[in-house]
């Protein structure tokens, strides 16, 4: 307040300052004006200018006095009035600078917000719970603390927003977030680290009657069935469980270890578990890879393997998927269902993904090279997709590859537009507006997309591969193939059909107009090698010969 009433009377004092040198010059040009004036009524008055007239003509004519007071008058009033409005502009001028300054202050924390917390529950996200787990880990050493670090993930939380919508499925998780809270300490941080993931870290003596007494709480918040819409919906939740030090000393081996809890927690009657070295041993997917996998990106451990695209109508390869794995060095061979879960779980997708794109790439310049002229597919995770940075990112090595980028096709999955569809709908137009193009994967599994579909700047569907590989045998499956194939045409998107593995279907999709196949039928996934070896002989692939 002091430092305020200081400026004030510093700019009030600046404009003073110029109020007065032009209070002086106007009271000079007024006095020389009346001294001239008195001279010429001298003049017209006696015929001469003397003392002595000058001094008579003063004396005799009283307009004169007047005059002679007014420059005085005008000139006090003038620094008065100037003082005043000097004072209240400054003061204005404060006021405004002060609302802007707040201004500032509030955007800088709504933005900063919105960086660190989820849209639809307002908690925090993923990347603010690292940093609350990496500070509570320091604090913890430091008072030799224990903490708990618990992730929760709710049943059937998809089939809640396919049926009922994600509105409704908004709507779940807002009251599963509400309940929660009344659960939690102040002091405790719960987050929203997946669609239907919640964690919860708080600081606690590692008991296990303790531990036992939260899961209990918080298994008692999904007794009582959720109200959505006109139905009251019973959820479940599975609860993995990772106690710091116990189980870990730093932040990635904690949140790791209570994934690989969830994980068995999934398969569990019980629907918790805590984390204990068995489970790593016991573990189908070996979640417990997570550091290694960090390692084996950066050690180009990964390796791409492509699956041929055949286009129906021309029977010619036109382009390859690629699909990564991981040459473990004690695990052996990895495909992606095994490690890209946990991925995208634990963020580490991220760099994955940007180890596919830029290998990915790469081969594509070689093989253009070659003059081999196949299109590439590449999946992105929703969590990879919905990354503001990802278009910059792909664009930037776009000049850095030379291929032209209406040869690559980035395939997300429905999902992807699911919780932020104004947001899918910006990346996409952002890379569709550099020539790349995008294929909604795994289609027919998602969310009703129908209704956006059509807006949508995409150029291709892939129908998924469980209504394609049963589709002779199910009739639903094949019902649901051909509206899938109707409908892309009628949007002009070409229909991409995976899973095809025998003649047979092949035979079929042609029939219903099916664009491109995809599947063991014409091809596995090769390594770049064998899919050389393999593209000659296939030039007319034996695909489809109508019978
Ligand atoms: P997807 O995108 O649906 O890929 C197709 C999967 O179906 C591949 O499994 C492929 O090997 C398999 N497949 C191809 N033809 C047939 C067939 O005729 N019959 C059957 N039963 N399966 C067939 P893969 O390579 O194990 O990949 C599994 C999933 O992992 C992919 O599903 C994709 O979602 C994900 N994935 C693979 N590579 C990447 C990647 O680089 N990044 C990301 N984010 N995800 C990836
Ligand atoms: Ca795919
Ligand atoms: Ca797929």
Redesign the pocket.
């Known amino acids: 307040m002091d430092t305020l009433s200081k400026t004030l009377n510093h700019n009030v004092k600046i404009m003073k300052s110029s109020v007065t040198k032009h209070a002086i010059y106007g009271t000079l040009i007024a006095v020389t004006a009346i001294i001239f004036a008195t001279l010429l009524s001298c003049y017209f008055h006696y015929g001469e200018i003397s003392l002595f007239n000058l001094m008579e003509t003063q004396k005799n004519n009283i307009t004169l006095w007047v005059l002679d007071a007014m420059p005085f008058i005008f000139a006090f009033w003038g620094q008065y009035t100037s003082s005043i409005m000097a004072y209240e502009a400054s003061a204005i001028i404060m006021d405004q600078t002060a609302d802007l300054k707040n201004l500032n202050v509030a955007l800088e924390y709504k933005a900063a917000h919105e960086a660190t917390h989820d849209a639809i529950t307002a908690l925090p996200n993923r990347l603010l719970l690292m940093d609350r787990l990496e500070q509570a880990i320091q604090s913890a050493l430091r008072q030799k603390a224990s903490l708990a670090f618990f992730i929760l993930d709710i049943d059937g939380f998809k089939e809640i927003n396919d049926t009922l919508g994600h509105y409704s499925g908004d709507r779940l998780l807002k009251q599963v977030v509400t309940r929660l809270q009344g659960t939690i300490r102040k002091s405790d941080t719960l987050a929203r680290v997946g669609a239907d993931e919640f964690a919860i870290l708080m600081q606690v003596e590692p008991s296990k009657k303790n531990i036992m007494h939260i899961v209990r709480k918080v298994q008692k918040i999904f007794i009582e069935p959720f109200p959505l819409e006109t139905l009251a919906i019973e959820v479940q939740a599975s609860i993995g469980i990772a106690i710091f030090p116990n189980h870990g000393k730093e932040m990635d081996t904690i949140m790791q270890r209570a994934n690989v809890a969830l994980y068995a927690a999934k398969q569990d009657s019980k629907k918790y578990t805590i984390y204990s070295k068995q489970l790593d041993q016991n573990s189908p997917h070996r979640l417990t890879m997570m550091g290694e996998l960090r390692q084996a990106i950066k050690n180009d451990e990964l390796i791409l393997?492509f699956?041929p695209k055949v286009n129906l109508h021309t029977q010619k390869v036109i382009g390859v998927?690629?699909?990564?794995r991981w040459e473990h060095p004690e695990h052996g061979f990895m495909?992606?269902?095994e490690f890209?879960p946990m991925a995208e779980r634990t963020g580490l997708?991220t760099p994955?993904?940007i180890w596919?794109l830029n290998h990915a790439l790469a081969q594509a310049e070689e093989w253009h090279r070659q003059n081999i002229k196949l299109s590439i597919a590449?999946?992105?995770?929703p969590v990879?997709f919905l990354d503001t940075e990802l278009p910059n990112l792909i664009i930037g090595m776009l000049s850095l590859y030379n291929i032209p980028p209406n040869y690559i096709i980035l395939?997300i999955t429905e999902s992807s537009m699911i919780n932020d569809p104004s947001l899918a709908m910006e990346i996409m137009k952002r890379l569709t507006n550099s020539g790349i193009k995008i294929s909604i994967?795994?289609f027919g599994t998602g969310y009703s997309s129908l209704a956006y579909l059509r807006e949508l700047p995409t150029s291709e569907v892939k129908i998924d591969?469980s209504f394609v590989?049963d589709m002779l045998k199910k009739d639903n499956d094949a019902v649901i193939v051909q509206a899938i194939i109707d409908l892309g045409h009628n949007l002009s998107l070409n229909v991409v059909a995976?899973?095809?593995?025998d003649k047979e279907t092949a035979i079929q999709l042609k029939k219903l107009g099916c664009d491109v196949l995809?599947?063991?039928?014409i091809s596995?996934?090769k390594p770049n090698d064998e899919l050389l070896k393999w593209l000659p002989k296939k030039k007319n692939a034996r695909v489809v010969k109508q019978n």
């Open positions: 393997y699956q998927e690629a699909l990564v495909t992606p269902d890209i997708i994955l993904s596919v590449i999946n992105l995770s990879t395939e994967d795994d591969k590989t995976e899973g095809v593995e995809q599947g063991y039928y596995k996934p």
